[in-house]
């Protein structure tokens, strides 16, 4: 008897204690919710709404006064065979490659050298150093970088053909930003110094959780820099590099003040790219509704990427964690 009353009154204090712990969490999920509430709020305001209501103007024949008149489909229609909505789309492409698959290689390279050379044998501080410099165009701002790098590739007077000339390679002179056939080449060199220092600044943190041992067994076993980077370094840090590919692509599909401050689109749509297309149809053509279907078809590639990025990093993520177990 007394046996069955000590079984009973541990099982009830069980059942206290069950109940104490799940009123706990949902006193702390319903904290979390209001701390959360600001920011979902201001998401709604400022990104859900004005995209819904972008949406519905695709949907219609506007020049930016007066009453939109329903087309339906149409802007849509017409975007598919635009030559030059496509010819920009192209050259969005040239951006990816410029903003994030070229940057996230430099990237990768200078940041192992960083950690595992310079920080060995010239110390920390000189390669925090170069990790700072390395950063400071992603500090500047676009429009001021723009314009140094303006002044930089300038036809006449420019320091890069002013420097071509001192060395002697004045055949090399170009209008580096008027020349449509390497216009859209100069603005992609300007995007990788840009862009470089966010990948090499992700990339040294990740590689603060490498185990140091790792280099270590591999340097007494004989191995070079070179296979300490592909067999150690990026595999150890392959989340961080799914993060900056994902990241920097989104950034290269919506770029727009690098091409506004350099070169406008041009010459001759050049260097055009959808998200300046869809400025110039808004304000410049005042085709408001086929403006609002280019920005529309671009807000949900971009949305794309970003959910097949997130989908990649969690598979990659799944898979290593089995492997470890």
């Given amino acids: 008897?007394?046996?069955?009353?000590?079984?009973?009154?541990?099982?009830?204090?069980?059942?206290?204690?069950?109940?104490?712990?799940?009123?706990?969490?949902?006193?702390?999920r319903d904290s979390y919710v209001l701390f959360l509430l600001p920011g979902g709020l201001a998401f709604l305001a400022v990104v859900v709404v004005p995209f819904l209501m972008n949406t519905g103007v695709s949907f219609t024949d506007w020049q930016g006064v007066g009453s939109p008149d329903w087309s339906g489909l149409a802007n849509y229609?017409?975007?598919?065979?635009?030559?030059?909505?496509?010819?920009?789309?192209?050259?969005?492409l040239f951006m990816v490659v410029a903003m994030a698959v070229l940057p996230?290689?430099?990237?990768?390279?200078?940041?192992?050298?960083?950690?595992?050379?310079?920080?060995?044998?010239f110390g920390s501080r000189v390669a925090a150093v170069l990790r700072a410099c390395f950063y400071l165009p992603q500090v500047l701002p676009i429009a001021v970088a723009g314009i140094v790098w303006s002044w930089v590739l300038a036809p006449d007077n420019g320091s890069l053909n002013e420097l071509l000339k001192a060395v002697g390679l004045g055949s090399w002179q170009q209008d580096w930003l008027g020349d449509p056939d390497i216009a859209l080449y100069s603005v992609m060199g300007v995007m990788v110094w840009v862009q470089i220092g966010f990948p090499l600044v992700v990339f040294m943190a990740?590689?603060?959780?490498?185990?140091?041992?790792?280099?270590?067994?591999?340097?007494?076993?004989?191995?070079g820099w070179w296979r300490r980077f592909l067999h150690i370094t990026l595999p150890q840090i392959r989340p961080e590099i799914h993060v900056?590919?994902?990241?920097?692509?989104?950034?290269a599909l919506k770029v727009f003040g690098a091409v506004y401050?350099?070169?406008?689109?041009?010459?001759?749509g050049a260097t055009d790219v959808?998200?300046?297309?869809?400025?110039?149809?808004?304000?410049?053509?005042?085709?408001?509704?086929?403006g609002a279907a280019i920005s529309t078809v671009l807000t949900v590639l971009?949305?794309?990427?970003?959910?097949?990025?997130?989908?990649?990093?969690?598979?990659?993520?799944?898979?290593?964690?089995g492997l470890r177990t």
């Fill in 302 to 321: 971009v949305l794309l990427l970003a959910l097949v990025g997130l989908r990649l990093q969690t598979r990659a993520e799944d898979a290593e964690e």
């Fill in 206 to 223: 990740g590689l603060q959780r490498v185990d140091p041992q790792l280099y270590e067994a591999a340097e007494l076993d004989g191995a």
């Fill in 274 to 290: 959808p998200s300046y297309f869809s400025f110039t149809t808004f304000f410049e053509k005042t085709q408001v509704g086929y």
């Fill in 104 to 121: 996230t290689a430099i990237g990768l390279v200078l940041a192992a050298a960083l950690f595992d050379y310079v920080g060995k044998h």
């Fill in 77 to 92: 229609r017409e975007l598919m065979d635009d030559s030059a909505f496509w010819a920009s789309f192209r050259h969005s």
């Fill in 244 to 251: 900056v590919l994902t990241w920097c692509t989104i950034a």
């Fill in 1 to 28: 008897m007394t046996v069955t009353v000590e079984q009973r009154g541990a099982r009830a204090v069980g059942r206290r204690r069950r109940g104490g712990s799940r009123r706990t969490r949902t006193r702390t």
């Fill in 261 to 268: 401050v350099l070169t406008k689109g041009g010459p001759g």
